[in-house]
């Protein structure tokens, strides 16, 4: 019974999710009230709140689902795998699936939504929020690791906030080139997965002129 019960709060949950960002994407984020996705969802004000602690939660939880993710990699590596083999690996997985996290997906919702995220100052703070999450989860994970060079508390923040940005930075260059310059995710993909490979190389042997 309690699965039922999980399985029909999660059903409410995407309900008042997907309501929100039609909204907001129709009409801006600024322009919608609470009170509006409210309605549209068929749910009081309390029920809305007892599922997002905030307006900025309707739309940015989706990056909850991947804050552990870079953590969930190192973790589950082959003993044989290095660490940044294994997030490189996960990367590159992640352009050839056109997971949305990576940018390369040229999905108009896809499309719009990113631009709703990073064009409203508020939500783009509640997902570097999100980020610093998952950077101190990675750095967690790295701690474990037992290939990790000494020191190996200073060590695994630092990998952790560069492999962290190092992603961060992929994904936006990847989604600027479909939004902004029209290209396709299809097209760009080779590109793409060069581009990680290099991003990937720098962090393992830093930057040589």
Request: charge should be negative; charged fraction near 30%; hydrophobic fraction near 45%.
């Amino acid at each position: 019974m309690s699965g039922l019960r999980e399985r029909k709060k999660e059903r409410t949950r995407q309900a008042i999710s997907e309501a929100a960002i039609a909204l907001f994407l129709e009409h801006g984020f600024d322009q919608v009230s609470v009170a509006d996705v409210a309605a549209a969802a068929e749910v009081s004000k309390p029920t809305l709140f007892s599922y997002f602690a905030s307006k900025e939660d309707l739309v940015v939880h989706r990056f909850a689902d991947h804050q552990d993710q870079a953590a969930d990699v190192v973790r589950g590596r082959a003993d044989d795998e290095s660490v940044l083999d294994a997030l490189r690996r996960d990367f590159l997985d992640g352009l050839a699936r056109r997971d949305p996290v990576t940018g390369l997906n040229d999905h108009p919702q896809v499309l719009a939504f990113t631009a709703l995220v990073y064009g409203t100052p508020s939500l783009a703070a509640r997902v570097s929020a999100y980020v610093s999450r998952a950077e101190q989860s990675l750095a967690e994970a790295l701690r474990e690791a037992p290939d990790l060079a000494p020191p190996r508390e200073l060590t695994a923040q630092l990998l952790a906030a560069q492999v962290t940005a190092t992603q961060r930075v992929l994904a936006l260059y990847n989604w600027r080139r479909i939004h902004d310059d029209g290209r396709t995710a299809d097209d760009l993909h080779t590109e793409a997965a060069a581009d990680a490979e290099r991003a990937f190389e720098l962090l393992a042997r830093g930057y040589t002129t």
